[in-house]
């Protein structure tokens, strides 16, 4: 069973930074994508952005050029480093890991964290 526990969401005014860490814990294969979605009230959870084991990120256009994910293996920690906030960035996020086990998907999910960006 895989655990995860994110943190540092909070409220930042418009055009500020915050940083979001996610760690896993448990039965963690090697080979996966940790990444990072959100939920905006009355909207449908989205990718923010993700990256495997090999450092390969992908990310929303929405982001691009703002937000910057990395990953920790050692610590089995995904991070999101989110500048330049906008107040259409305010959601709940949430961190996902995924890995295949054999030809199955398998993914777990942490709790979210709440982003306010105030305008």
């Known amino acids: 069973q895989v655990q995860l526990v994110e943190s540092g969401g909070g409220l930042v005014q418009a055009g500020g930074s915050l940083r979001l860490s996610c760690a896993a814990s448990g039965k963690i294969f090697s080979i996966n994508t940790m990444g990072w979605y959100r939920q905006a009230p009355g909207k449908q959870r989205e990718l923010v952005a993700t990256i495997n084991n090999h450092n390969i990120t992908n990310c929303a256009d929405s982001v691009k050029g703002r937000f910057t994910i990395s990953r920790d293996n050692a610590k089995n920690t995904v991070y999101l480093q989110m500048n330049s906030l906008k107040p259409e960035d305010t959601a709940v996020y949430y961190c996902?890991?995924?890995?295949?086990?054999?030809?199955?998907?398998?993914?777990?999910w942490g709790q979210g964290t709440q982003v306010t960006v105030s305008s």
């Open positions: 996902a890991l995924t890995w295949l086990f054999g030809p199955n998907e398998y993914d777990s």
